[in-house]
T-cell receptor, first 114, second 111 residues
Framework: DGGITQSPKYLFRKEGQNVTLSCEQN?????MYWYRQDPGQGLRLIYY???????QKGDIAEGYSVSREKKESFPLTVTSAQKNPTAFYLC?????????????FGQGTRLTVV | QKEVEQNSGPLSVPEGAIASLNCTYS??????FFWYRQYSGKSPELIMF????GDKEDGRFTAQLNKASQYVSLLIRDSQPSDSATYLC???????????FGKGTHLIIQP
């Protein structure tokens, strides 16, 4: 079955460490996205990528980095420059089919700084 | 700046009644609108999407879109306690930057 896989489900980071969250999709979607969700808040866009080897900053890109070397993979690195990284991270992919935008989400990664 | 506005709630509805969730959006270029349900600590799950003016029904759920008023709503008929969750409204398709989400409405169905 096609879908998006995020790993790990839970991740703990020490102060000053970089960590990388994985996102893989087998939907053959061109566009992929990373969102962050804080308690009681909606989803805020961190980075997005429309095609391989290209990506754009979203609303809250500071302290994060991404790569898009393969169509199916869009890993997110939370760097030590991100001062408050504890949050729920969601990866998504989209495709426009017959003029309608379809969106799919992974199951999320909960990151906690210890 | 594209914005999607929702009342954060909580919205409390008796079991069996109709729950009405509302959303407004600022980007007139948005073409597709989505309603997601999210249980605490879980990923959002798609309930419905709508891209044409009017109503779209799926089981107990009805999505309504009014592009002239930039307004989207979700009606849940015969509300069940299991419908208690946060409902996220999102719009997209107006640009290359994916979906813009509202902050969500917390719905509580009282048994």
């Amino acid at each position: 079955d096609g879908g998006i896989t995020q790993s790990p489900k839970y991740l703990f980071r020490k102060e000053g460490q970089n960590v990388t969250l994985s996102c893989e999709q087998n939907l053959n979607h061109d566009a992929m996205y990373w969102y962050r969700q804080d308690p009681g808040q909606g989803l805020r866009l961190i980075y997005y990528s429309q095609i391989v080897n290209d990506f754009q900053k979203g609303d809250i890109a500071e302290g994060y980095s991404v790569s898009r070397e393969k169509k199916e993979s869009f890993p997110l690195t939370v760097t030590s420059a991100q001062k408050n990284p504890t949050a729920f991270y969601l990866c998504a992919s989209t495709q426009t089919v017959r003029g309608v935008l379809e969106a799919f989400f992974g199951q999320g990664t909960r990151l906690t700084v210890v | 700046q594209k914005e999607v506005e929702q009342n954060s709630g909580p919205l409390s509805v008796p079991e069996g009644a109709i729950a009405s969730l509302n959303c407004t959006y600022s980007d007139r270029g948005s073409q597709s609108f989505f309603w997601y349900r999210q249980y605490s600590g879980k990923s959002p799950e798609l309930i419905m999407f709508i891209y044409s003016n009017g109503d779209k029904e799926d089981g107990r759920f009805t999505a309504q879109l009014n592009k002239a008023s930039q307004y989207v709503s979700l009606l849940i008929r015969d509300s069940q306690p299991s419908d208690s969750a946060t409902y996220l409204c999102a719009g997209g398709g107006g640009g290359a930057d994916g979906l813009t989400f509202g902050k969500g409405t917390h719905l509580i169905i009282q048994p």
